[in-house]
């Protein structure tokens, strides 16, 4: 009697890519200047409408950001909470071309998916006396964020009394979730200037810069 043949394994059909930009050139305009826009004003939450729906953990928000940001020559770290999805690198690359690298140190752009796991800012590049713009940015994913808390009540949010170019006398900051010693980074970071590294928190449906500039301390 003749062997019978192994019954071939059905085949699994690779999980689809998760879409970019409906309209790449204006989207990404869009997006683009709604960044240019929080990193001028200091610690102001900017709406960003993003209609993308990118593998989780990454936020539509953080997707947005990072569809206008990057491309193949801009490196780019992802923290471990979104380099444990494969489908995350994947959208990435497709949509970017933007180079991943596992060295921190290397990136141009870093990927925060915990913010409250966020890494020592001494981990990325701060940039060089010559070249201060060889630094890194950071994305960084939070849950919620608000501006201009009572003066009476920022001590209760965990808000920041923000100061530096771009705000007028001082502007009320809060995000969550963040590490507890985030305010003394910042306060480090500006230190550096004009090295160091700069920041954009991606929340739903909004964005805010925390650039180098500022010099930041909790209120009493």
């Not at 071939?8 to 309209?23: C, V």
């Not at 539509?60 to 444990?84: C, G, I, K, Q, S």
């Amino acid at each position: 009697m003749p062997a019978l043949a192994p019954i071939p394994a059905p085949a699994i059909a690779p999980r689809p890519l998760a879409a970019g930009f409906a309209d790449p050139v204006h989207d990404a305009q869009r997006a683009f200047a709604a960044l240019m826009r929080a990193m001028a004003e200091p610690g102001r939450p900017v709406a960003l409408a993003s209609a993308l729906a990118p593998p989780a953990p990454l936020s539509p928000e953080m997707a947005a950001a990072a569809l206008a940001l990057l491309d193949y020559e801009t490196p780019v770290f992802l923290d471990a909470a979104l380099a444990a999805v494969p489908d995350v690198a994947a959208f990435l690359r497709f949509h970017t071309g933007a180079p991943l690298v596992e060295d921190p140190a290397a990136a141009r752009f870093t990927l925060i998916g915990d913010g409250a796991g966020l890494p020592d800012f001494a981990r990325f590049a701060q940039g060089e006396p010559d070249y201060p713009d060889r630094s890194a940015t950071l994305l960084v994913q939070v849950a919620r964020m608000a501006e201009g808390i009572p003066e009476e009540a920022l001590a209760d949010e965990g808000a920041l009394a923000l100061e530096g170019p771009g705000i007028k006398g001082r502007r009320a900051f809060a995000a969550a979730p963040l590490p507890a010693d985030f305010a003394g980074r910042l306060a480090a970071n500006r230190a550096l200037y004009p090295l160091g590294i700069d920041l954009i928190l991606c929340a739903p449906g909004l964005v805010a810069g925390l650039p180098r500039t500022l010099a930041p301390h909790t209120q009493d």
